[in-house]
Structures are given as structure tokens and as C-alpha cells.
């Protein structure tokens, strides 16, 4: 069954502490993505990738690492220099960039 | 500057009714929309589609209809459900379908009631 698979559901961040949130895809989709949903509010572009070994940034990057090493994964990092984490994060991917999306179930990152 | 812009963050329509959800863009270079539908704490997932080449499209209760000249488009449910409440998104590729990320709308939050 075809999909992208994010983990964990449920994330909780230390002060000065970095995570990693995983991205999946068995698609064979080149491009993938990831987003932030902040309550009542629409998606914000955090990262893109095109292609295995490349990245751009989005509008919202400050503070987030990612890396494509693999077709299949697109791990995010959120790193201690991103002072307010507390969002959904949406990973998703599309055969080409600009064509449909297809997501997956999301993260829920809290800071303790 | 928001080349994507859904006006109203809010709608409630009754069970059976019309709903009429809208987004407007900014860019002429726009030649493919979507629609996707969100429900709390999961991801979006695709609803319905149109090309710049044509000003309707339709499947099942959903239709989308585009206005080239306005720069305007529509997403039309009927019969209304309360299953249909949920958060709707529009969205388009920044250059044109194949050539950059797409760009979404913030969002209409939907609700059915009965």
C-alpha cells in the first residue's frame, strides 16, 4: 500500500534540545516536502527537495535542517535555534515539484 | 505579498445547503488549482482539480469553477454533509504546473451543521 509515513504522531522537545522528525514515502515520488500548521492558521513551506542530495529553502527555514540521502526519506531536524516549535508538521511528497501533493498523517511537536 | 488568498477563514452552512468556498490569486503565470481538504490533526488530502484551460470541473457533489479574468475560483459542495466540515485549502504551483512548489491559501474552516 502506497503512502507516506511520518513519525512519531507525538513529539515532545527539551529546552536546547534538537529532534528529528521522519519522513517515508514509497511513491517513488521525487520531490518532497515539509510544512508547518500553527493553530488557525494555513501551511507554511519549511524545506523542499527536488531531487535526492538537493534542498531549497522555504519561506519559514530559520532553524530547521533537513537532508536528502535517499529518494525515499526526508527527515526534518528542528534544531534549538528554532525558538517557537510548537506546530503540526506535515511532510509530503509529488512526482515532480508544482504537480499533486500527497501527504502524510503528520507530527505534533510540543516543547516542555 | 500573498499570491494565493482565501478571504474568509470561516464558513457554517446547513446540512443539504450549498457551500461556496472561495480563493483568489495574484499571479496570471497560475495555469493549474487544487483543492485540498483538511481535517484536524492529519494531513491533507486532495480533493478536486482544474486546468487554466477549462471553467468547470466536477466530481461528484464537488465542482470547482475558475474565472481566468477575475482571477478567482470556487469550490462548490452540494449537498452540504457534516462530514464535509473540515478546513479547505487552495492551492497552486508557482509557475505554472511541473515548474515550482505550490503556493496555498490559508485555509476556510467548513462547518455542516444539521
Known amino acids: 500500500d502506497g503512502g507516506i509515513t511520518q513519525s512519531p504522531k507525538y513529539l515532545f522537545r527539551k529546552e536546547g534540545q534538537n529532534v528529528t522528525l521522519s519522513c517515508e514515502q514509497n511513491?517513488?515520488?521525487?520531490?518532497m516536502y515539509w510544512y508547518r500548521q500553527d493553530p488557525g492558521q494555513g501551511l507554511r513551506l519549511i524545506y523542499y527537495s527536488q531531487i535526492v542530495n538537493d534542498f531549497q529553502k522555504g519561506d519559514i527555514a530559520e532553524g530547521y535542517s533537513v537532508s536528502r540521502e535517499k529518494k525515499e526519506s526526508f527527515p526534518l531536524t528542528v534544531t534549538s535555534a528554532q525558538k517557537n516549535p510548537t506546530a503540526f508538521y506535515l511532510c509530503a511528497s509529488s512526482m515532480r515539484v508544482g504537480e499533486k501533493l500527497f501527504f502524510g498523517s503528520g507530527t505534533q511537536l510540543s516543547v516542555l | 505579498d500573498q499570491q494565493v488568498k482565501q478571504n474568509s477563514p470561516s464558513l457554517s452552512v446547513q446540512e443539504g445547503r450549498i457551500s461556496i468556498l472561495n480563493c483568489d490569486y495574484t499571479?496570471?503565470?497560475?495555469?493549474?488549482f487544487l483543492w485540498y481538504k483538511k481535517y484536524p490533526a492529519e494531513g491533507p488530502t486532495f480533493l478536486i482539480s482544474i486546468s487554466s484551460i477549462k471553467d468547470k470541473n466536477e466530481d461528484g457533489r464537488f465542482t470547482v469553477f475558475l474565472n481566468k479574468s477575475a482571477k478567482h475560483l470556487s469550490l462548490h459542495i452540494v449537498p452540504s454533509q457534516p462530514g464535509d466540515s473540515a478546513v479547505y485549502f487552495c492551492a497552486a504551483p508557482g509557475g505554472g504546473v511541473g515548474t515550482d512548489k505550490l503556493i496555498f491559501g490559508t485555509g476556510t474552516r467548513l462547518q455542516v451543521f444539521p
Open positions: 511513491l517513488n515520488h521525487d520531490a
Open positions: 499571479n496570471s503565470m497560475f495555469d493549474y
